[in-house]
């Protein structure tokens, strides 16, 4: 039994530990950039410039998968056995369009004539 105890006591003591380091100590002053040195004020810079990049960086990978995207959907359009994936496709698109860019969905060639007609019918 004092085993036990023991081995109770050594966990309690450190979950109060974990606890405490979850703790924040102290909080951080905020920047005064009234006060700030040219050094100082070149690493501002130097660091709003990377996240810059990196936001630019990230809108490039966005539209390279899009058109990556994009180039696929003709050859999708084009295998007669997704039949139901084509009008699941082409249904989903024209829900979320607005109304001028669901007419042009429906006008798509490859468009399914059931889809562009209920297209047509919502719109009217």
């Not at 979950?15 to 405490?20: C, L, P, R």
């Not at 924040?24 to 990049?53: C, D, H, P």
């Not at 798509?108 to 007609?117: D, E, F, Q, R, Y």
């Amino acid at each position: 039994m004092a085993q036990n105890d023991i081995t109770t006591a050594a966990a309690a003591t450190d979950a109060s530990k974990e606890d405490k380091s979850l703790k924040r100590t102290k909080t951080r002053g905020k920047i005064n950039f009234n006060q700030l040195s040219a050094s100082q004020m070149k690493q501002i810079e130097r660091i709003s410039n990377v996240g810059a990049k990196i936001g630019v960086d990230q809108e490039k990978e966005r539209a390279a998968i899009l058109d990556a995207m994009r180039d696929t959907l003709d050859a999708v359009f084009e295998n007669e056995e997704n039949e139901k994936l084509v009008v699941d496709l082409f249904t989903a698109f024209a829900r979320k369009a607005t109304t001028a860019r669901a007419r042009r969905i429906a006008k798509h060639p490859a468009c399914p004539p059931a889809v562009a007609t209920a297209i047509e019918n919502r719109l009217s």
